[in-house]
C-alpha cells in the first residue's frame, strides 16, 4: 500500500486532473435541484490510496454506493440539474461542517484511515479549498441564480446507505431525513408509504443535524427552502437494474409531488 503523505504547499489537483464537481441538466426546467455529496470515490494522486486496500475504498464507508446511477437517470427523468462530488467522502466529506472531526475521518465504522493521521491544518485546508468548497460554492451560485430569476427552488440531497452498520441490520428500504421544512416532507413520506412494499424511514437511518449534516442546512434550510434528504439502501440499488427501477419510481412519486405543490398554489 502506498500512504503518500502530501506536501502541504503542492496543489492536490492538477490541471489534468478531474474535476470535483459533476453536473447534468445544468439547464433542466424542473423546481427540483437535485444535490449529491458522496457520489464519487475519486482519491487525489498525490494522496495514494489513503493507506487503504481497495476493498476498503470501495466500501460505503468512502462513497454512497449505487447513488450515481440513481440520481443521474432520475435528473434525466424529471428533467432537474444535478450537481455532484466526484471524490471520496474519505478525502473530505462534503456534508459535513469542515470544522467537525468527521469532515476528514481517520475512524469510520471500524476502519482507521492512515492517510488522515496526523493530518495537518495546512493539508486540511487544501483538501477544503480544492474539493469542498468548489462543490458547495458551486450549489450556492446556483440557487441564487434560480432566486435572481424567481424560479421555484426544492432541494433534494440524494445518498445511500448501508444495509448493515456496525454488525446491526437496518430495515428500511428508503429513508427521508428532513427538519425544517413542513411542507415536502410529510408529501413525500405519505407517497412513499402508500407505495405498500416499501419501509420507510421518517428520520431514519438519520436525522439533520448541525455537525452530521451540511448541504441542507447551510443551502436549503438557511434560506427557508423547501428540502429534504432521501437515503435509500445501497443492496437495492448496487446494480444498474435496481437503479433504474428506483429512478423511476421516485420519479413518479416526485413528478407526483410536483402537480400537488402547483395545484396548491395555483
Ligand atoms: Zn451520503
Redesign the pocket.
Known sequence: MDTASPNSTSLLLGATDIHPVFEQNAEGRSPFLFT???YGRLIPKPLGDLGLPESELVRHIGW?IG?AGVAERLSKCLDVHLIAQRYS?LVIDC?RPPDVPSSIPRLSEATTIPGNDGLSREDAETRRREIFDPYHRRINDVIERRLRDKRPTILVSL???TPVYAGVARPWHIGTLHRRDKILPPLLLRALRAEGDLVVGDNEPYAVSETTDYTIPVHAEARGLMCTGI?IRQDLIADESGQQQWAERLARILGAIEETLVQRKA
Open positions: 449529491a455529496d458522496h454512497d447513488i467522502r456534508n445518498h445511500s446507505f437515503e
